[in-house]
């Protein structure tokens, strides 16, 4: 996502609309991603971090499709651009929480490494851009990411037994202590 943000001003240009428009879009992202991550903190608490995170990211691939196809029409550029910005900020805080709950802080770090690599094909969309996929491929190949990244996180964020051991012995420990 946010090589897909960063590269966003040079997408809005090359779609037509001046550097002001541009300017103003990304002001719009900052807003929806603070909307974005108050509705993801709630929902992680109702839904938990897993499928808060698919729901975000689903819906940030459906708003970056939605700019690739219909992005000319400005109000369509806005409603796209909603969905994608909620996710940008809420991704980080359903990822963390998604670790912690369900495979523990001790490879915290290692997963957030890995979910990361991603970030370093994402950053070269500018070269993309100016390849034969031109910008709209760029930011289809940005959607696809995307809805891999909520795959990993739908199939693979699953409690480890050794955790659920770990948390239940805690849970003893403190009983006992009680």
């Known amino acids: 996502e946010q090589g897909v ?11 037509g609309f001046d550097l002001a428009t541009a ?8 807003i ?22 698919v ?3 689903v819906l940030a691939a459906c708003g970056l499709l939605l700019i690739v196809l219909f992005g000319a029409n400005v109000a369509v550029l806005y409603i796209g651009g909603f969905f994608f ?3 940008l900020s809420s991704a980080p805080v359903c990822f963390t929480s998604a670790v912690s709950k369900y495979l523990g802080p001790a490879y915290f770090a290692a997963l957030y490494s890995i979910a990361f690599l991603a ?14 996929f031109g910008w709209d491929g760029a930011l289809i190949v940005g959607a696809a990411f995307i809805l891999v990244s909520a795959a990993f996180m739908l ?5 480890s037994k050794e ?16």
């Open 85 to 87: 910005g909620a996710a």
């Open 32 to 53: 929806a991603g603070c909307v974005g991550k108050l509705l993801s903190g709630y929902f992680i608490d109702r839904i938990g971090p897993r499928i808060t995170y």
């Open 163 to 178: 955790l659920t051991k770990m948390e239940e012995d805690a849970v003893k420990e403190l009983g006992e202590r009680a």
């Open 5 to 15: 943000f960063q590269n966003f001003p040079t997408y809005i240009v090359y779609t």
């Open 55 to 57: 729901v975000v990211n």
């Open 155 to 159: 199939f693979g964020a699953k409690k």
């Open 119 to 132: 970030k370093t094909v994402m950053d070269a969309l500018a070269a993309v851009g100016g390849s034969a």
């Open 23 to 30: 300017g103003v879009f990304m002001t719009f992202l900052s």
